[in-house]
Nanobody, 124 residues
Framework: QVQLVESGGGLVQAGGSLRLSCAAS????????MGWFRQAPGKEREFVAA????????LVADSLKGRFTISRDNAKNTVYLQMNRLKPEDTAVYYC?????????????????WGQGTQVTVSS
């Protein structure tokens, strides 16, 4: 099994930055891609970004390109989400997830392990 723990969330003013971390433990060698999703109250779960462990191929949601960046440190079994120029509409619970699909999937159905989430709140 794989355990995922997100951290780095908090309260930040609009225009500020946060870096989220997702530490993976357990049988991580079977992982091929990691993704970030977010969900605000009453809204659908939304794809944010994903990265492939081995080659580092990344994909960021079109609406977030230029502000959000995903990266990983294979040695630390950790993925990061750098969020810049945050907006109030970025407020959500951010989840880290693991996929065993070779591609860099954007659908949550391709992910089989999830973290508990970390709250990001952006004030105006």
């Amino acid at each position: 099994q794989v355990q995922l723990v997100e951290s780095g969330g908090g309260l930040v003013q609009a225009g500020g930055s946060l870096r989220l971390s997702c530490a993976a433990s357990g049988r991580t060698f079977s992982s091929y891609a990691m993704g970030w999703f977010r969900q605000a109250p009453g809204k659908e779960r939304e794809f944010v970004a994903a990265i492939r462990w081995s080659g580092g191929e990344t994909l960021v949601a079109d609406s977030l390109k230029g502000r959000f960046t995903i990266s990983r440190d294979n040695a630390k079994n950790t993925v990061y989400l750098q969020m810049n120029r945050l907006k109030p509409e970025d407020t959500a619970v951010y989840y880290c997830a693991r996929s065993q699909v070779v591609a860099v999937p954007t659908t949550p159905f391709a992910y089989d392990s999830w973290g508990q989430g970390t709250q990001v709140t952006v004030s105006s």
